[in-house]
């Protein structure tokens, strides 16, 4: 297996340079890699919600790849609490840039506080192109390093390019022109390492991607379920229940790297985004990894969506096309009532 050259590590400021490649090979002590993420976290007909982050490994010297826990992000550099979501601590000074179809630039926003930007002022139904500069640099840019199934798991390059293209969603007020294409998917976040008979996210993803190159989706719906523990002893879930970072690269960044960066998803909560059937409530960790207070502060002000203590909320797609989030969940499995 082939590990990045050490520019790569230098990319987003970890340049532990006690180790070496010598033909292919990891020599010295291990090396953490960060490999950049981009998320159209919001869109409306006249502005997009960007957003971007990293997932950490650590390369041993056995050649495999290991990603790094939220508990362990103390040991990369800089130290991080978080490495993706509203939380996360920025990754330095970052501009947003659109452009339309001629290459015009047609909206910009910068921060030093987020990893994330609001950027407004777009024309409803129109497809843009976006960047993402963090600290001069143009961040996911080149080909990528995507983690890869088989013999050998581990991150390799095969190719993978992120095109950080979007369309805005249609006027609120205009006559509908053409079809609306959307993708719906529920119980879908096991990860992608395995597969079994019931277990099978690899590979709906893999159909997910053909059907997004070949049609024009505009949106993923979720019905519940998003990411939960992708094992149990005795029944009871254990680990990758979704409450952390970490949890999500498997089950969500991953599959859907090559979509999420072009369209939103819109999420429902279900029971094992709860503690009705896990060991800890997974909300907090989708409202901050999925943007929801952000993209829905203003209709919780105004009485409505909730955050809390459910996720209640609707959007309008176009002048005819309503969605509705209805949360059914219960606090815990022994009390609460259907929320």
Known sequence: MRFPDDDVFAY??????????TNGILVGVPEFHAEPYLHLAGLSHK???????AFYFKTRTRQTWKLVDDTDLRHVHPPRHESIGARSDPYGPARVNVY??????VATNFTETTNFCWVAGLAPNTRYRYEVIV???QWGEGE??????GEDQGLLQRGGRYVNTFCTHPDPVAEPAGSFTFMVMGDFGTGIRCSTPTRRQYEVSQAMQLAFEQHDVRMIITTGDNIYAGSRILGIPTGATGAEDDDWFFTFFQPYRYIVNRIPVY???GNHDTAETEDRDDRE?????LYLR??????????RASLDPGLFYRFRCGRDVDFICIDTSKEDFFRGKRL
Request: with cysteine.
């Open 285 to 289: 960790q989708l409202l901050d990894n």
């Open 267 to 269: 999420p429902c909560i």
């Open 12 to 21: 987003t400021g970890i340049t532990n340079h006690e180790s070496r490649i």
């Open 135 to 137: 600290k001069d640099e």
């Open 294 to 303: 952000e993209r829905i502060a203003s209709d919780e002000a105004s009485g």
């Open 100 to 105: 339309d179809s001629d290459g015009a630039l």
């Open 144 to 149: 990528r390093w995507d983690w890869t199934r």
């Open 47 to 53: 502005s997009a919600l960007i957003s971007w982050g």
